[in-house]
Structure formats: C-alpha cells, structure tokens
T-cell receptor
Framework: NAGVTQTPKFQVLKTGQSMTLQCAQD?????MYWYRQDPGMGLRLIYY???????DKGEVPNGYNVSRLNKREFSLRLESAAPSQTSVYFC?????????????FGDGTRLSIL | DQQVKQNSPSLSVQEGRISILNCDYT??????FLWYKKYPAEGPTFLIS?????DKNEDGRFTVFLNKSAKHLSLHIVPSQPGDSAVYFC???????????FGTGTRLKVLA
C-alpha cells in the first residue's frame, strides 16, 4: 500500500540546471498537488491538478511547470534551477478538491540548488 | 498576509498531560479545517478535521474545537504520549478556490 510515491528523495543541482520531480499515487484520486516547504513558511501550493487533464497555478508557481501525465502521475519541472528554489517539495493527492477532503502526502524531495 | 496562523512555533508537554495546539485564521468563509502531523523526513499525515458548521470533533485522544466568532481553532491531545512528538500543521479550505491554506506549524515535544 504505497500511497503517494515521490522520486528522487534527494537531489543537488547547480544553478541553471533543469530537473523533473516525479510523483505517483495508487489511490485512484482525482486531485493532485505540489507544495514546497521552507523554514517558517509552512506549506505553499505551487501547482495543482483538480482532475486528469487539468492543471492550475497555486500560490508560488513562478519557475515551475507541471504535467498531469495520467490519473496516477503528476510531475513538477524546474526549467532553470535557482538557489531560491532550494526547498523540500511535497506531492499530495485527494479524492476530490476541497470540501474537507484530506490530502495524502508523499515523503518529500529535498532539493538543494548551489 | 497569512490567512492561517500558528503563533506558537513550539510546545513542550509532560507525558500524560494535555497538549493544546492553537490556530487562528482571518477568512470567515473557510469551510473546513484540518490538522496534520508531520514526523522528520516524512510527509504530513492527516489527523482530524472539522466542518465550519460544527464546533467540536473528536477522534480518540484527539479533539478539535472551532470558535467561529474568534476565528480560532485548537487541537487537544489527551493524554499526550511521546509518540505524539511531531510538527502539527493546521490547514483551512477555501470554498472559493478549493485550495488549502496551511499554517506554519507547531513543533510539539512530549517529555517522558
């Protein structure tokens, strides 16, 4: 019973490099999310996908792109990494968006940009 | 401007006593509130939620109280156990955008 799986768990990049964070859920959830967590800032929404085939910007989308590849998978891409993007990234999923539906989180990707 | 605030970054409680974690919000339109627990190197896990039409919800040792007039909610853990030591986040659901807005978290340490 994997839930939400994120890869990789750790990554170090140089400024200007690109990379894609992968996320997959096995709970048949419709909605998926990407958050970043920074010290003293809580969890901030980067992008979300209310259902397969749709994506929307969250609170801090600049510098990121997403792809909802299918119902299971939602990837986050950094096209040109910047030190300000050093953070812990969490993917989450829920049955539906809002309405008190709890989100299920992966264990995070710790990303450092040098 | 933070719409959901957890003003206490940390809290220490003796094992067996009550832990009370607080959360304040500014948007009276929020329709659900959720609490998550997070251990180091793991993702947050859902703990308990409450609808804005209720003032209390209980699940075992965990009870959430909502005071809409004060725009305040609290999570009570009774009795506290060392395994409860974690960071606790409150989150509010915005029915206009369907997004969740998270507080900054409170680190709870339960002392044996």
């Amino acid at each position: 019973n994997a839930g939400v799986t994120q890869t990789p768990k750790f990554q170090v990049l140089k400024t200007g490099q690109s990379m894609t964070l992968q996320c997959a859920q096995d709970m048949n959830h419709n909605s998926m999310y990407w958050y970043r967590q920074d010290p003293g800032m809580g969890l901030r929404l980067i992008y979300y996908s209310a259902s397969e085939g749709t994506t929307d910007k969250g609170e801090v989308p600049n510098g990121y792109n997403v792809s909802r590849l299918n119902k299971r998978e939602f990837s986050l891409r950094l096209e040109s990494a910047a030190p300000s993007q050093t953070s812990v990234y969490f993917c989450a999923s829920s049955e539906q968006q809002g309405s008190g539906q709890p989100q299920h989180f992966g264990d995070g990707t710790r990303l450092s940009i040098l | 401007d933070q719409q959901v605030k957890q003003n206490s970054p940390s809290l220490s409680v003796q094992e067996g006593r009550i832990s009370i974690l607080n959360c304040d919000y500014t948007n009276s339109m929020f329709d659900y509130f959720l609490w998550y627990k997070k251990y180091p190197a793991e993702g947050p896990t859902f703990l308990i939620s409450i609808s804005s039409i209720k003032d209390k919800n209980e699940d075992g040792r965990f009870t959430v109280f909502l005071n809409k007039s004060a725009k305040h909610l609290s999570l009570h853990i009774v009795p506290s156990q060392p395994g409860d030591s974690a960071v606790y986040f409150c989150a509010a659901s915005d029915p206009g955008t369907y997004k969740y807005i998270f507080g900054t978290g409170t680190r709870l340490k339960v002392l044996a």
